[in-house]
């Protein structure tokens, strides 16, 4: 089945600056990857998403790039803040058939120090 | 955004009993499914839904469960009986299906297996 690599585990970064996470699929008949932000003690919230038609997707200050070709896609948060502190989560999903299952990678624990 | 609600949100249980989770996912949605997460991990894909029937399930679904949704009620997680290792957050999720793959997560009940 499909595997997820996510890295890093941990992120620090200042107020303002740039945070980047990376993750990396196996499967390349994955086509939909969406990302997804937890706060502790809450469910997992969908910030963005991105499909295998596209490469490049900006929400505000979200960016999610997809490179199939090495099966990668990462998650750019620009001008962080406080309140983007939180576990984000990358997932890869085969979607548009009748089996829709996302796998998730291991988390990345986002810090924004101001 | 669509919601996703879940009872109950908390459990505790005795080893070898039976539990029952109930999800009501968002109204118009096709798809539903299981996540399991064990404290600082992340989601694992446990089971998917629809028409009635499970679709797909993963070796983390165990004979101990079962999942229904008996006449268009709740979607149901039944663990009979349970073991220590079910303790985890369990999140529903749905989705509108044919395409619309967005997973929406319902705020995750936890059950603690004593």
């Known amino acids: 089945g499909e595997q997820v690599e996510q890295l890093p585990s941990i992120l620090r970064v200042q107020e303002g600056s740039s945070a980047s996470i990376n993750c990396s699929y196996e499967d390349s008949a994955s086509n939909y990857f969406p990302w997804y932000k937890q706060e502790p003690g809450e469910n997992p919230k969908l910030i963005i998403d991105i499909r295998s038609n596209m490469e490049r997707k900006q929400i505000q200050e979200l960016i999610v790039l997809l490179d199939k070709k090495a099966k990668r896609f990462s998650l750019h948060i620009t001008d962080t803040q406080p309140g983007d502190s939180a576990m984000y989560f990358c997932?890869?999903?085969?979607?548009?058939?009748?089996?829709?299952?996302?796998?998730f990678g291991k988390g990345t624990l986002l810090t924004v120090t101001p | 955004g669509p919601k996703v609600l879940q009872i109950p949100s908390h459990q505790i249980i005795d080893m070898g009993q039976m539990v029952t989770l109930n999800c009501d996912p968002v109204s118009n949605h096709l798809y539903f499914y299981w996540y399991k997460q064990i404290l600082g991990q992340q989601m694992e894909f446990l089971v998917n839904f629809y028409n009635g029937k499970v679709m797909e399930k993963s070796k983390l679904f165990k004979d101990q469960f079962s999942v229904e949704r008996p006449d268009g009620s709740y979607f149901t997680l039944k663990i009979q009986p349970t073991a220590l290792e079910d303790s985890a957050v369990y999140f529903c999720?749905?989705?509108?299906?044919?395409?619309?793959?967005?997973?929406?997560f319902g705020p995750g009940t936890r059950l603690l297996v004593l």
């Open positions: 997932a890869a999903s085969v979607g548009g058939g009748s089996n829709y299952k996302l796998t």
């Open positions: 999720a749905s989705s509108l299906g044919v395409n619309q793959d967005t997973q929406y």
